[in-house]
């Protein structure tokens, strides 16, 4: 079945660092592929996505391209803020009535 | 704007209580879904519905039922809380299969 794998967290950094979040996944066919983000004390938001193969997805700074070749969708920005401290999840549709495979969340802690 | 409204921030009930939790959505969605997030087990699927009246199993339904009379309320039942039902439960809605998902807030139920 379809499956999504995030790297481990949680990932701390300071002000103005470059933040990588992985994930890969397994699915059939070629699904969309999404990120969300979850600030503390809310629900999840959705923070970017892609629909097709080579696709970049972007907003808010971030960015994640659609790679089948290697199958990941990694999550990355040049410069993070403390604004950005948040859950993000990586996640992919399935193929039927829209259900959402989730990966387990990477925790950011983002310090001034 | 699009929106999906929990109907409690925060519960707290007693073991044995009936406990519901409601969700609304306001976009006409086909799909609506019932997760719950626990710290490093991300989300679960419990129960999601595609239409009115229909629903179906996800992941970890056990403990829970499902009420869709409306297309835009979904209902969840802990028939007889339990301590392990103690979690952040999270509703969703979406369009379409492989449409993004729209979360609400988040209920954070706890069970003494």
């Known amino acids: 079945g379809d499956s999504v794998t995030q790297m481990e967290g949680p990932v701390t950094l300071s002000e103005e660092a470059f933040l990588t979040i992985n994930c890969t996944y397994t699915a059939t066919g070629y699904p969309s592929l999404f990120w969300y983000v979850q600030y503390p004390g809310e629900g999840l938001q959705l923070l970017l996505k892609a629909t097709k193969a080579d696709d970049k997805g972007s907003n808010k700074g971030f960015e994640a391209t659609y790679r089948k070749e290697t199958t990941s969708f990694h999550l990355e920005k040049g410069s993070v803020q403390v604004s950005d401290s948040a859950v993000y999840f990586c996640a992919l549709p399935g193929t039927s009535y829209g259900k959402l495979t989730f990966g387990q969340g990477t925790i950011l802690t983002v310090h001034p | ?112």
């Open chain 2, 1 to 112: 704007d699009v929106k999906v409204t929990q109907s409690s921030r925060y519960l707290v009930k007693r073991t044995g209580e009936k406990v519901f939790l409601e969700c609304v959505q306001d976009m006409d969605h086909e799909n609506m879904f019932w997760y719950r997030q626990d710290p490093g087990l991300g989300l679960r699927l419990i129960y999601f519905s595609y239409d009115v009246k229909m629903k179906e199993k996800g992941d970890i339904p056990e403990g829970y039922s499902v009420s869709r009379e409306k297309k835009e309320r979904f209902s969840l039942i802990l028939e007889s809380a339990s301590t392990n039902q103690t979690s952040m439960y999270l509703c969703a809605s979406s369009l379409l299969t492989g449409h993004q998902a729209f979360f609400g807030q988040g209920t954070r139920l706890t069970v003494v």
